[in-house]
C-alpha cells in the first residue's frame, strides 16, 4: 500500500457515514444532529501532516426534498469547521451535490463534478495523486473514474466494488498512513 504520498497528494472524503455519522433513511438536518465518528477530527489532523489539501464531498440530496436548504446545508458545514478549528485542524473545501439522484444533470458522486469544481478552486491538485475515501459504492467510482486512489471506510452499506485499502474508521487509515 506504499503510494508515496507527500505533501503534493489530496485526500477527498465523503461526509456521512465517514466523517460524522449517517443517519440512515434520513438526513442530517442542524448543527445538533451532526456528530462526529470517534476520533475523525483526530485523524484530520493527522492527515492534514500528510496530505496538501483535504477536501469533502458529499451528496445531498435532502436539499432537493427540500428537508434542509442550502443556508441549512452550509450552517452544517460551518459547524464541522469550527469544531475541527477547535483541535487546531481544518479541511480546505467542502463540495456538495444538492440534487436529486434521478435528476439526468446531477452533480451527485460517482459524477466528477465535484472533483472538477475543486481542481478549478486547486488547480495543483492531480487527480493520480489522489485518494478518495467514503463507505459506498458511488464513493469509491467517484475516485475510480477520476483516476485516484480509493478507501473505503467498512460500514453496514453494501459493497459492489472493491477498494484499493479497506480501513474501519478514518482512525485506522490515518495511523496505516503514518506508519
Same mark, same amino acid.
Given at each position: 500500500m506504499?503510494? &508515496?504520498?507527500? &505533501? $503534493?497528494?489530496?485526500?477527498?472524503?465523503?461526509?456521512?457515514?465517514?466523517? @460524522? *455519522?449517517?443517519?440512515?433513511?434520513?438526513y442530517?438536518? %442542524? /448543527? +445538533?444532529?451532526?456528530?462526529?465518528?470517534? #476520533?475523525?477530527? *483526530?485523524?484530520?489532523?493527522?492527515?492534514? /501532516?500528510?496530505?496538501?489539501?483535504?477536501?469533502?464531498?458529499? @451528496?445531498?440530496?435532502?436539499? !432537493?426534498k427540500?428537508?434542509? $436548504?442550502r443556508h =441549512?446545508?452550509?450552517?452544517?458545514? &460551518?459547524?464541522?469547521?469550527?469544531?475541527?478549528? *477547535?483541535? =487546531?485542524?481544518?479541511?480546505?473545501?467542502?463540495?456538495? !451535490?444538492? +440534487?436529486?439522484a434521478?435528476?439526468? @444533470? @446531477? /452533480?451527485? #458522486?460517482?459524477?466528477?463534478?465535484?472533483a472538477?469544481e475543486?481542481?478549478?478552486?486547486?488547480? +495543483?491538485?492531480?487527480? %493520480? &495523486? %489522489?485518494?478518495?475515501?467514503?463507505? /459506498?459504492? %458511488?464513493?469509491?467510482?467517484?475516485? *475510480?473514474n477520476?483516476?485516484?486512489k480509493? !478507501?473505503?471506510?467498512?460500514? #453496514?452499506?453494501?459493497?459492489?466494488v472493491?477498494?484499493?485499502?479497506n480501513?474501519? $474508521?478514518?482512525?485506522?487509515?490515518?495511523? +496505516?498512513l503514518?506508519k
Open positions: 506504499d503510494f &508515496k504520498i507527500d &505533501k $503534493s497528494w489530496t485526500l477527498f472524503i465523503d461526509r456521512d457515514g465517514v466523517i @460524522n *455519522e449517517r443517519i440512515f433513511g434520513g442530517v438536518n %442542524s /448543527t +445538533e444532529e451532526f456528530i462526529f465518528l470517534d #476520533k475523525v477530527p *483526530e485523524a484530520i489532523r493527522v492527515f492534514r /501532516t500528510i496530505f496538501a489539501r483535504i477536501i469533502v464531498v458529499t @451528496n445531498q440530496q435532502g436539499v !432537493a427540500g428537508i434542509l $436548504s =441549512g446545508l452550509r450552517l452544517v458545514h &460551518k459547524h464541522m469547521q469550527d469544531r475541527l478549528l *477547535e483541535i =487546531g485542524t481544518h479541511v480546505d473545501a467542502v463540495y456538495f !451535490a444538492p +440534487e436529486f434521478g435528476d439526468p @444533470n @446531477n /452533480t451527485r #458522486k460517482p459524477k466528477p463534478d465535484m472538477l475543486a481542481k478549478i478552486d486547486f488547480p +495543483e491538485i492531480d487527480f %493520480s &495523486k %489522489s485518494i478518495m475515501v467514503g463507505d /459506498t459504492d %458511488s464513493d469509491i467510482l467517484f475516485g *475510480e477520476l483516476g485516484m480509493t !478507501a473505503r471506510i467498512v460500514t #453496514k452499506e453494501p459493497i459492489g472493491v477498494a484499493d485499502m480501513f474501519i $474508521s478514518l482512525q485506522e487509515m490515518a495511523i +496505516e503514518t
